[in-house]
């Protein structure tokens, strides 16, 4: 096996602090007991119809004292998500699922939906499908998704997702990354993960995580952590904390997130995501354009509005915290929003499903409350 030869014992949390929430998560709306009784009731046909959890931690950075508490808005559930808006599976990925359990969209890469669970469900999740009751799109035996990215020689690339794989116990993940280890095509394994937000103690209280994570990336292959803050408040001291234990112990950190409403929906809180990420080590490697999904209305931007915020936080952004690339996980692959002006709209395929769109420019019609590429009148 790949090792940096890091002793994961001396990465151990620094002060001596430990968490005695670590795996504490609430999944009744009825439970959280800083919200008024009255509340709870009011919103408990939303959560019963998209599934509500959270950890004792995270709740915990909710200012209860603010009905707009972007924290609160992340993780809460409102009534708006009630309205009629959008369909479960908006990017289609139905149509790239070759069994339960595996997404092979692109030729290099594939996905192993790992879990139906994660450590909070966003309130504006794209996959709320996989949490609700009769889904069947995750598989609990990876056995059959580890070979066919096996008998795939095109497969350079897997991403270990769901869900949160960082959910799955520390011995089931080293089962799925050594399995994928042993095959030669492979050579680099992501692992899409909230948990640094929803629970850092995860990483930062379990000795044989940091073992597993510390043999498995090395210089021969990395393990790529695309972590998940959605605002500023989230890289709590904690947080930062398991960020820097996964880079010591040779892990590449990278953030993703989409333009949400009522989160992050401003250039400045923006700014200082893309700031402090990549100060501690987490640079924004993707902004997303949220996805036209079922329950999402109350968190919709619309694609030139997220443009403009997104442009206005790169101004007076340092270099390195102007990486991020503005894009669109379409049916149709991957676009980047690369330029709006008075009349267009402008994207680049940056992965594209059908070959012959690899890179192709495209241009739209400017329309200021289009929200998805569907809404667009193509004009090249």
């Not at 939906?113 to 909070?120: K, R």
């Not at 972590?227 to 892990?251: Q, S």
């Amino acid at each position: 096996m790949r090792s940096n030869h890091i002793d994961s014992r001396s990465c151990a949390p620094r002060h001596g602090r430990r968490s005695t929430r670590r795996g504490s998560f609430i999944t009744d709306l009825s439970r959280v007991s800083a919200m008024p009784e009255s509340e709870r009731e009011r919103l408990a046909e939303v959560s019963d119809r998209f599934a509500f959890r959270a950890s004792e931690y995270y709740l915990g950075l909710v200012d209860w004292s603010d009905p707009e508490d972007p924290i609160r808005a992340l993780i809460v559930p409102r009534l708006e998500e009630l309205e009629d808006f959008g369909r479960l599976d908006a990017s289609n990925e139905a149509c790239n699922t070759v069994m339960p359990g595996v997404q092979h969209k692109y030729p290099d890469t594939a996905l192993l939906l790992c879990i139906e669970a994660c450590g909070g469900y966003c309130r504006y999740c794209f996959r709320k499908r996989l949490f609700m009751r009769d889904n069947h799109e995750v598989s609990r035996d990876l056995g059959a998704g580890i070979a066919y990215v096996r008998d795939h020689l095109e497969i350079t690339d897997v991403l270990l997702t769901g869900g949160d794989p960082l959910l799955l116990s520390t011995r089931k993940l080293a089962e799925v990354l050594q399995a994928l280890r042993e095959i030669p095509h492979v050579r680099t394994v992501r692992i899409g993960t909230k948990m640094l937000a929803f629970d850092p103690f995860r990483l930062l209280d379990d000795t044989e995580l940091q073992e597993l994570l510390a043999e498995q990336s090395g210089p021969g292959g990395r393990i790529y952590l695309m972590v998940h803050f959605d605002h500023p408040r989230e890289l709590t001291e904690p947080a930062i904390e398991a960020v820097d234990l996964a880079i010591r112990l040779g892990v590449i950190c990278a953030n993703q997130c989409p333009v949400v409403a009522g989160v992050n929906d401003d250039p400045d809180v923006l700014r200082e995501l893309f700031e402090t990420t990549s100060n501690v080590g987490c640079p924004q490697y993707y902004v997303f354009q949220g996805r036209p999904t079922l329950g999402n209305a109350p968190f919709r931007v619309p694609i030139v509005r997220g443009f403009e915020l997104i442009s206005e936080a790169h101004r007076g952004a340092s270099g390195l915290a102007r990486r991020a690339r503005f894009v669109m996980s379409h049916e149709s692959g991957k676009l980047e929003i690369v330029g709006v002006d008075e009349e267009r709209i402008y994207m680049r395929y940056h992965r594209a499903k059908d070959a012959a769109d690899e890179n192709r420019f495209v241009s739209f019609a400017r329309d200021d409350e289009a929200i998805w590429l569907d809404d667009l009148e193509r004009l090249s």
